[in-house]
């Protein structure tokens, strides 16, 4: 995959003598990519976006798109140079203008005949055929997010942003819309950047990940390596619940307070370690076992169960298929089926 | 001031540079003239000037001037406002409407009409043969300054009144707080804001107000400040007044900032508010309508049917000049309603979307210009261009821009509500699109604005077109506004000649008011 963006220790600061909102950021995102870049509100991803648009301008580090440097310490190629789309949180449609007016405004260069085959073309993409003639305010929000989706993708910009995209949109819509606009992106090959703070979002939207937190990158990887094998406790945290247990390592294995357990990398002494809910299930305690704790709660979800079982004073959480058979007050053994997670000591 | 320059030096463009450089020029340096002009004296006659006994005559008239007509107003606006939103009063809405056509009417044709009214040679006399003393002095400089400007409290606290919350009510009821209470402890408190603002309009009107004290003979600061230039031409004294008047206002300024300092009041709790509960008056209906009644006959009654009157006792073949007068309020007005308007964008601009320190002082000495009091204002340019563009004295030119600037403000307000409608995440879309800034404004933000404008240039033209004291001072030689008419002819008891100036105007402002009622009536978007 060839490489279309990349950032290079973009730093920048708000105000300018203020501590830095992002610090030394670095990613590439490959040609045709989604990429996410996950954080938790006020943790510098929407300033990176803007970083990337062009609204801003970074105190240091670099910008590149295609190969070609858009932001340095000298050069700053304003935001309607850039062939950047961005689509905004709050879609920023242009309510004077109608559905097909709104798509076609970016398609300064085409003429009559052309521009009108792109903005159909477009619209059909989105699947709002029919809907042309109609103001933003006419739309439904699932319909507001396509056309500010389509206005984006007409013009064919190398790279497209997406701004919290699906944060505006109610619960119901939000999945449909996420796996049916991904499609379309996917169709246009359009290399995507989006920021969010909703960890299921990301997971689901994205070819890889980036975790932010305070203005850094804490780890970038696939949906599922952030997920099953986090660097940090942070990044742990973020991506879902998770168990965590103050173990002493021995190479392969450990000692955790629910017994020894295997470890996904070679450590030594006392460490952290984060094992998923769904990577734990629950066994009759042995008669004299050690290591037995007793349930605490028990909550049916239908598809699973999610056990809370009190252990040593601590509490742990076990998703368990729905055949499970233990109620509160019994008394349990927790048993990895996966080997735990050992998490970097160094990131508080 | 590094700050400012190191604000000033952002790579910003001419056409938000320009404006901002002539509204800070525009406004600051004829003030610093001022300055200069009344320390140009020695430090003794400076010292006999500023502590005579007439100054502090002056001092307590206008503060008994002020005290008189907030008194008042206060009087009419609060029963008025809470009958309009709060009781089942029949006919609101049009006791509304005559809560805000004053507006239409300046205070100097308050005072004409009254003046023309009473008296032997009055209409009351001559139509009903009622002859009641001619009212004059503080009594009719109250009473005319307080028609003219209660609609600036009553709209004021009407608003307040709808956009209160029932629910806060309906617990001070519920913890067992009768009618009184209620009233005093939950209602009241939550108007001080908004009778705050309406109060510092008023008062700002009666500060800088030339028309009607004039015309009563009632001294304060203004009237002197003009008999002080119109007749002796001790211009130190003159600039010594204007400083004094401008001090005055100063203090009434920081006065409501420190009432409001802190105060924020409004709902707190999600969820939509409920309907406002109306009450009955019962026995109170009768006295309820007979108030609503009589201040509207007061306010817009008489002054329609006195004016009405005279002109028709005036005779006919003046109609070239009230042409040439018509011709000569619009050549002044309308340029100056587009100068003000294209200044207050950028600073409206800049104040909702860059909010910073250096914002915030621009736009107050946007306000600045508005609350100097106009002959204070007038004499400060007029020392400026004297000494720096003494070919600028007395030209058309130099009027247009001291009401642009005098009263930009007045468009600073419905632009900025505007540009809250239009998020700035539209005009980065248009950058996104492939637009410079300018050009991402123009398309993309400016369509959601006209509105705004239109509402801001209309302001701005009512209002130049009423005023009077700029005029009186900065006028071209010769150059007749419908206002200098009205109060030439009225100051001589000519009330026939200054009836068809006086009806024109109230006609043209009536015009005004009823489109921007209209146009604050719809919703601004869709």
Partial sequence: ?348 | MTRVLAYLRRPWSWYVLAPILLVGVGVIVPVIYLVLRAFEADANTLGDLVFRTRNLHLFVNTLLLAAGVLALGSAIAFPMAWLTTRTHTRFRRVFTLFGVLPLAIPGYIMAYVLLATTGSYGTLARLFGIEIPRIGGYAGAVLALTLATFPYLFLNLRTALLGLDPALEETARSLGSGTRRVLLRVIAPQLRPAFSAGALLVGLHVLGDFGVVSLMRFETFSYALYLQYAASYDRVYAACLALMLLALTGIALLLEARLLRGLLLHRTGSGPPRRIRRTSLGAWKGPAYLFLLGTATLSVGIPATTVAYWMFRTEPGSLADLAQALWASLSASAPAALLATALALPIAYLGVRSPSRPVRALERVAWFGYATPPLAFALALIFFSLRSIPWAYQTLGLLIVAYGLHFMAEAVGPIRSALYQAPPSMEEAARTLGRSPLRAFLEATFPLLRRGLLVGVAFVFLSAMKELPITFLLSPIGFQTLAVNVWGHTNEALFGAAAPYALTIMLISSLFVGLLLMQSGRPMRS
């Fill in chain 1, 1 to 348: 995959m060839r490489e279309l963006l990349s950032v290079n220790d973009l730093t920048k600061r708000l105000p300018a003598t203020g501590p830095p909102v992002v610090s030394a950021l670095t990613f590439s995102v490959g040609e045709g990519e989604i990429f996410a870049l996950l954080g938790p509100s006020g943790c510098g991803k929407t300033t990176s976006l803007r970083l990337i648009a062009g609204f801003e301008r970074p105190n240091a580090g670099a910008i590149r798109i295609g190969g070609q440097c858009m932001a340095d310490a000298t050069t700053h190629v304003p935001a309607e140079k850039r062939g950047v789309g961005v689509v905004f949180q709050d879609f920023a449609l242009f309510p004077h203008l109608n559905a097909a007016e709104n798509v076609g405004f970016g398609l300064l260069s085409l003429s009559r005949a052309e521009r009108k085959r792109r903005i159909e073309e477009t619209i059909r993409l989105v699947g709002l055929a029919g809907f042309e003639e109609r103001k933003p305010h006419e739309l439904s929000g699932g319909q507001q997010q396509r056309v500010a989706i389509a206005r984006t993708l007409a013009p064919k910009p190398d790279l497209i942003l997406l701004d919290e995209p699906f944060s505006n949109l109610d619960a119901l819509l939000r999945q449909t819309t996420r796996q049916e606009i991904r499609d379309v992106l996917k169709e246009a090959g359009t290399t995507t950047v989006m920021v969010t703070h909703d960890q299921e979002e990301a997971l689901s939207f994205a070819d890889r990940v980036g975790v932010m937190r305070n203005g850094r990158i804490e780890q970038i990887g696939t949906p599922e390596e952030v997920y099953y094998r986090p660097r940090t406790l942070f990044v742990a945290q973020f991506l879902g619940r998770t168990n965590l247990l103050l173990s002493d390592a021995d190479g392969m294995e450990a000692d955790t307070p629910v017994g020894r357990v295997a470890l996904n990398r070679k450590a030594q002494g006392p460490v952290l370690l984060s094992l998923r809910p769904e990577h734990l299930t629950l066994k009759e305690a042995t008669p004299g076992g050690t290591c037995a704790g007793s349930v605490l709660a028990r909550a049916f979800k239908g598809h699973d169960i999610t056990f809370t079982v009190l252990l040593d004073g601590s509490e742990y959480l076990v998703h368990t298929h729905n055949g499970m058979p233990f109620q509160p007050g019994d008394s349990v053994e927790l048993e990895p089926i996966e080997p735990a997670v050992v998490l970097e000591t160094s990131a508080g």
